[in-house]
């Protein structure tokens, strides 16, 4: 619960450094791309692919996949 006073603008910037705390961590805590080496939380995007316990970014997952027919 935020502490609301009498001052909006050091509410506001409470708020601000609060929510940049919340990002580190979330960045700091999320697997690693196994290709990239960066936070796959760093990936514009809300999800990861996973495959046998390891990560892979959408970046680099967009990059490598190929499309196959499935019949020919």
Known sequence: MWNI??????DWDAY???M???EREMLASAPK?????RSVAEADS???????G???CVDCMEKKLR???YYQ
Do not use: Q, R
């Open 67 to 69: 499309a196959i027919p």
């Open 5 to 10: 006073s009498d001052d909006p603008a050091a």
């Open 54 to 56: 390891v990560f892979y």
């Open 33 to 37: 791309c196994e290709e990239c080496g």
């Open 46 to 52: 809300s999800y990861c692919y996973e495959f046998s």
């Open 16 to 18: 601000c450094e609060a």
């Open 20 to 22: 940049d705390e919340e």
